[in-house]
T-cell receptor
Framework: GIQVEQSPPDLILQEGANSTLRCNFSDSVNNLQWFHQNPWGQLINLFYIPSGTKQNGRLSATTVATERYSLLYISSSQTTDSGVYFCAGRVNQGGKLIFGQGTELSVKP | DAGVIQSPRHEVTEMGQEVTLRCKPISGHDYLFWYRQTMMRGLELLIYFNNNVPIDDSGMPEDRFSAKMPNASFSTLKIQPSEPRDSAVYFC?????????????FGPGTRLTVL
């Protein structure tokens, strides 16, 4: 079936720590994207990462499409990184995005 | 650009009432998406439009839900009659194209509570 699975479901970090979030996706899902939903509910697109590696400041993402997984790295975490991180993929052709259940990150000062 | 605009931001209504949610996509974007977020089901796509035409409405839960996009700058999601299980946050998103760079930009959401 069509699946996007994320791990871990939740994560608590001390400020300054690094973390890795994982997203596994099934064969029919492509064009991975990572989103951050802040504590106020706003969803922000972090990366469009169908394959390869991208970096944006303290965040980077790597997708290995042949092995059906993507990783989001957060380095030197800050309290403002708290929220829920979602990965999502497109189902074959068309615009439909399937979201994972999210990883809830809490960064403590 | 103002981003995707949704209204109202909060809506509280009683069971049986009609609810209309509104969305203005980013100017020039030709894809518009309606999502629903609940604790139980997470984020799920309800329907999306391309150039004002509904493309995939397989996520619309039932006939009580309907969506329209009369022009490129406006869309509505209507629930009639509303039920308590419709309580959720409804997001609208838009993108420039659904292809190599289909970054979706989300609105702030409408938090709907049906009593």
């Amino acid at each position: 079936g069509i699946q996007v699975e994320q791990s871990p479901p939740d994560l608590i970090l001390q400020e300054g720590a690094n973390s890795t979030l994982r997203c596994n996706f099934s064969d029919s899902v492509n064009n991975l994207q990572w989103f951050h939903q802040n504590p106020w509910g706003q969803l922000i697109n972090l990366f469009y990462i169908p394959s390869g590696t991208k970096q944006n400041g303290r965040l980077s993402a790597t997708t290995v499409a042949t092995e059906r997984y993507s990783l989001l790295y957060i380095s030197s975490s800050q309290t403002t990184d708290s929220g829920v991180y979602f990965c999502a993929g497109r189902v074959n052709q068309g615009g439909k995005l399937i979201f994972g259940q999210g990883t809830e990150l809490s960064v403590k000062p | 650009d103002a981003g995707v605009i949704q209204s109202p931001r909060h809506e509280v209504t009683e069971m049986g009432q009609e609810v209309t949610l509104r969305c203005k996509p980013i100017s020039g974007h030709d894809y518009l998406f309606w999502y629903r977020q609940t604790m139980m089901r997470g984020l799920e796509l309800l329907i999306y439009f391309n150039n004002n035409v509904p493309i995939d409405d397989s996520g619309m839960p039932e006939d009580r839900f309907s969506a329209k996009m009369p022009n490129a700058s406006f869309s509505t999601l209507k629930i009639q009659p509303s039920e308590p299980r419709d309580s959720a946050v409804y997001f609208c998103a838009s993108s420039l194209e659904s292809g190599a760079t289909d970054t979706q930009y989300f609105g702030p959401g409408t938090r709907l509570t049906v009593l």
